[in-house]
């Protein structure tokens, strides 16, 4: 098995692969992708991982530059930056270990994820394709909203394919967690969030976003009066973040969870944080999609070094208040998933 230090990981920022002519349109009439205002920072905080070797930037636009930029930084990540041209895509994700995708466009103040879904479903789906080819064995992990429904766009073409690892693919929530620990820090006081580890299952948009506060470690006590609003912020947290940039993107922090990927591959032990993953592929995941109904579900896995290897089961010590938010996760999810399912065998 490969060190973590050896991993590559290629981040595909923005508009990567336009494939629709409206996208198309879009990308020549606005040249400044309004994604990469939230990409270099994710850019910059991998080339600064001590446990990166090689950092290939992939994207219509833009990425010579902040590569050029990024590569003064003296941490060990060769840094590389590649636009569609020359076959880009390919060189850049070729033998990749880890593939992070932010790739698409964000959300407008009053969008929902799902309104994201038109564009960035069959971008996500393009890269999805060429990574099969290219790099079949990477761990690849999924930012590009909506999340619950690209997820398992990507798992359908990895099938289609023939090289679908579940352990490998993973829909990124960690914003939803580090959500749900600084909020409760906020109300009880807890002065660094970090002290607290609060579970949070289900999807990454809105009543999907199921905060268990029960499962708390240390445990906390949450107000009775404070509770409601609370799960509703941690639920649309990303909404604050959409409203607050007016127009010009939303948030972008996956750098914890792609550490945790690495983490997990260099052998660390103990690296345990939800993820939304394909639960009939993992150890344990088969009882909680039962459970749900659901084969795509975030849980709390145990990442080691052949990936997810283990889905804790969550749903056994449910309070009343979190069965109740549960449900509606279950039902929204359920719709999510069979869009992403559907695009994937029938795209437009
Ligand atoms: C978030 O949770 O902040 C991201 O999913 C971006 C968004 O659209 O909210």
């Given amino acids: ?113 799902d309104d994201l879904f038109n564009i960035n479903a069959g971008i996500v789906k393009g890269l999805i394709e060429v990574i099969a080819d290219v790099a079949p064995k990477a761990y690849i992990l999924i930012i590009s909203n909506p999340v619950n429904s690209t997820v398992p766009i990507a798992a359908e073409v990895l099938k289609a394919k023939g090289v679908f690892n579940p352990k ?42 199921v905060p268990l506060f029960s499962q708390a470690k240390p445990s906390v006590t949450i107000p009775a009066d404070k509770l409601a609003d609370l799960v509703k912020r941690v639920q649309f947290g990303g909404d604050e973040v959409v409203k607050a940039k007016d127009g010009a993107g939303s948030a972008t922090l996956s750098m914890a969870f792609a550490e945790a990927v690495l983490k997990g591959l260099s052998g660390e032990k103990g690296i345990v944080t939800p993820t939304f993953v394909y639960l009939p592929g993992i150890s344990g995941g088969e009882v909680i999609a039962k459970e749900t109904g659901l084969d795509f579900f975030s849980v709390p896995v145990e990442l080691g070094t052949t990936g997810a290897e283990k889905a804790q089961n969550p749903l056994t010590n449910l309070d009343d208040n979190e069965k109740t938010l549960l449900k509606a996760a279950v039902e929204g999810l359920k719709g999510n998933i069979a869009k992403g399912v559907s695009f994937a065998h029938n795209p437009p």
Wanted: a neutral charge; aromatic letters at 4%; proline letters at 8%.
């Fill in 1 to 113: 098995a490969k060190k973590a230090a050896d991993a590559v990981v290629v981040i595909m920022a923005g508009k990567a692969l336009a494939l629709s002519d409206e996208y198309e349109a879009q990308t020549i009439r606005s040249p400044k992708s309004q994604t990469w205002d939230s990409k270099p920072p994710l850019s910059l905080l991998l080339k600064t991982s001590p446990l990166i070797s090689e950092l290939a930037l992939y994207d219509v636009v833009n990425t010579p530059g902040v590569a050029a930029d990024l590569s003064h930084i003296s941490s060990p990540a060769k840094i590389t930056g590649y636009l569609p041209k020359d076959d880009g895509a390919k060189l850049a994700f070729k033998d990749a270990d880890i593939i992070v995708i932010p790739a698409g466009i964000p959300r407008k103040p009053g969008m929902t994820r």
């Fill in 168 to 209: 490998r693919l993973f829909g990124v929530t960690t914003l939803d967690v580090v959500r749900a620990e600084t909020f409760v820090a906020e109300i009880i006081g807890t002065k660094n969030p970090q002290d607290l580890n609060i579970p949070v299952i289900g999807g990454h948009s809105g009543e999907t976003i």
